[in-house]
C-alpha cells in the first residue's frame, strides 16, 4: 500500500508558538512538493494540538472521529503539537485512526514520518534532540502575513504546579543570535511590517550576555520591520534593560503580556510562581514609569486547589489594582503529573464557574475602560485582514487593540483617529481622509 500524499492541511489549536510550529509544518511540507489545502479533502491533516488544559487536550479525539468521510475512508492523520509529546504512542493504542504521531521537538522529521505512515507504518517520534529543529528547517520563504510569529525560546525551567509546559515543551533553550536575526530579515523580505518575538519565557532569551532589549534594539534597525513586540514574559525576568527598551525603542509596541495568575500570595506560592502580588506589581510601576501608556495583558487561573473566598477577593484586588487592557482568564484544570493535579481542597466546578464569571466581568470592565480611554486618540493600525462587511478591514493598534476601518488594504500601516469603542474592538477613521 502506499498513500503518499499530494495535498495536506494543517490546524493549529494552541498558543502562538503553537502557530508559528503549524506554520513550519507547512513550509516543510510545500519543500516536499505537497500543496496546502483548506477544503476537507486532504490527503494528510496535521492536527497540532495543545495540551494546557483538558478540555484542549480531549478534543483532539473528536477531531480525529470527524476526519472520517462519507465513504468511510480518511486522510492521513498526523497528530503533532503539545498532546503528541504528552501522550506519545498512548494515541495509537487509544485510537487507530491515527498514523503520525510528532512532538513539538521533532518535527522537522516529519517528510520521513510521512513517507514511512504512506507505506501503512503508525510512527511515533517524540524525541527531544539535542540538535535543534530549526537547523533543519527549510529556509522562510512564504509570502507571510504582515504581522509574523518568530520563535526565539523553547521551553521552560519554572514549574509552575499547575503546568504541563515544562513536560510538553522541555527545557528553556535560547535560539542563537544570528539565526534569530536572518529569520526576522527573511520575514520582512516576505512582506511582514511586525514582528511578535515568541517563547514561554520570551524575556529570558538570552544569547553570549545579550538579552531581548539587545535583540529587540538590533530587530529595530531593519528599515522595513515597523512593529516589534513579545510574548509570553515571566515577572521574574523582567529585566531593566527590557524595561528601558520600552522608553527607548520607537518599534517596540506599548503592550506587555505578564501574567500574575493570581493576587494571592498564598496561592502563588501553592503555584511555585517564585514572585508575590507586590513584587509583581513593584515590576508594573517600573515599566510604567518608562512608558506610561503601556497596555498591560495578563493570565488569570481561578480555583486552584485550596484557593478560598479570601485568596479569590485577592485576585479581583489585583486585577483592579493593575487595570488591564485586555486578559485572559481559566479555570483551573488538573494536568496528570503535574504536582497540583493531587494536592487537596480541589475547587468544586460551580465554585470555579462562578469566581471565572465575576473576574470576566471586571476584566471586560476594564478592556472597555481602556478602549474608551484611546477614543479621540491620533494613532497607527497595521491592517491584517478584512473585516465582515466589504470594503472594511481589521488591524491592531500600538496597544493591540482591534481596529475596524474602511479603507486600505491587508498590509497596510496607517494613521487613523479612533472614533468609537466596545470591550472587543475599536472604529478607526484614516486621519488623511478628516484632514482633506
Ligand atoms: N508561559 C506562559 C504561560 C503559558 S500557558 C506564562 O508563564 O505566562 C498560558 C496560560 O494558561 C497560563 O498563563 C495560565 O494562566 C493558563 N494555564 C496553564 N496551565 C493551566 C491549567 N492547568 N489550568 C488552567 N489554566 C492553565
Ligand atoms: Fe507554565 Fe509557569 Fe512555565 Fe508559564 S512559567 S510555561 S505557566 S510552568
Ligand atoms: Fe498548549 Fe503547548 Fe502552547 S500545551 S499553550 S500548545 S506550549
Redesign the pocket.
Known sequence: MNRSPKTYRVKSFG?QMNVYDGERMAELLDAQGLTATDGDDADLVVLNTCH???KAAEKVYSDIGRLRRDDGSRPLVAVAGCVAQAEGAEIHRRTKDVDIVVGPQAYHRLPELVADAAQGRRVADTDMPADSKFDALPKRARQVRPSAFLTVQEG?D?F?T????PYTRGAEVSRPWAAIVDEAKALVDAGAREITLL???VNAWSDGGRGLHDLIEELAKLPALARIRYT???PNDMADGLIAAHRDIDKLMPFL???V?SGSDRILKAMNRSHTSESYLRILDKVRAARPDIAIS????VG?PGETDEDFEATLEIVRRIGHSMA????????PG?P??TMPDQIAPEVMDERLQRLQALIVEQQLAFNRRTVGARTSVLLERPGRHPGQLIGKSPWLQSIVVDEGAVGDLLDVDIVAAGPNSLTGVLTRKQAA
Open positions: 498558543c494546557i488544559r483538558e521552560c519554572k509552575c499547575y503546568c504541563v509546559v517563547g514561554q519565557n509570553t514574559s515571566h503580556h505578564l501574567p495568575q495578563g493570565d488569570y487561573i486552584f485572559f482568564s481559566f479555570k483551573y484544570s488538573p494536568r503535574t497540583a493535579a
